[in-house]
């Protein structure tokens, strides 16, 4: 009989606990996403050259009620693990994703320039270019660690 009233008094207490911490616990504004992405090579002309732009793309689906500019994420491999982190423009420059929506967020990791081309000659160019491929063709999935709302 005793035992079964100590039962019933923890229960008494820790079902009401249990509930107020599960209501005083932080809401996030964003889900915290891991998402599938990836690093474009492009291609293109400075005022040098040739230049090459390495950028970051994914999709954001928008859960907020409000437009998001930006997004903060952690670049990872296939194994998960971090290997860098970036801010990323979402939808079109001054637009954002607005609340509801998905749409694409992207950011340049890194720029070869033309002077920079110029610089090195070609052949160490190439090589330069294969290397930062190489490095960041590793991009599997990004993991959304914030959100910039639009004004």
């Given at each position: 009989m005793l035992n079964r009233s100590r039962v019933l008094i923890s229960s008494?207490?820790?079902?009401?606990?249990?509930?107020?911490?599960?209501?005083?616990?932080?809401?996030?504004?964003?889900?915290?996403?891991?998402?599938?992405?990836l690093v474009d090579?492009?291609?293109?002309d400075d005022a040098d050259g040739i230049s090459t732009n390495y950028i970051l793309r994914l999709q954001h689906k928008n859960n907020s009620r409000r437009t998001i500019e930006k997004v903060s994420?952690?670049?990872?491999?296939?194994s998960g693990d971090v290997f860098r982190t970036t801010e990323t423009i979402c939808g079109m420059p001054n637009v954002g994703i607005e609340a509801g929506d998905t749409g694409e967020c992207k950011q340049i990791l890194q720029n070869l320039s033309g002077?920079?081309?110029?610089?090195?000659?070609?052949?160490?160019?190439?090589?330069?270019?294969?290397?930062?491929?190489?490095?960041?063709a590793?991009?599997?999935?990004?993991?959304?660690?914030g959100v910039n709302y639009a004004e």
């Open positions: 008494c207490f820790a079902i009401p606990l249990a509930i107020l911490c599960l209501t005083i616990m932080p809401v996030s504004a964003h889900d915290k996403d891991k998402v599938t992405c090579v492009a291609f293109g994420v952690l670049v990872m491999d296939a002077r920079m081309a110029k610089t090195l000659g070609y052949d160490a160019w190439v090589r330069m270019v294969d290397d930062q491929k190489s490095q960041l590793k991009a599997r999935y990004c993991e959304i660690e």
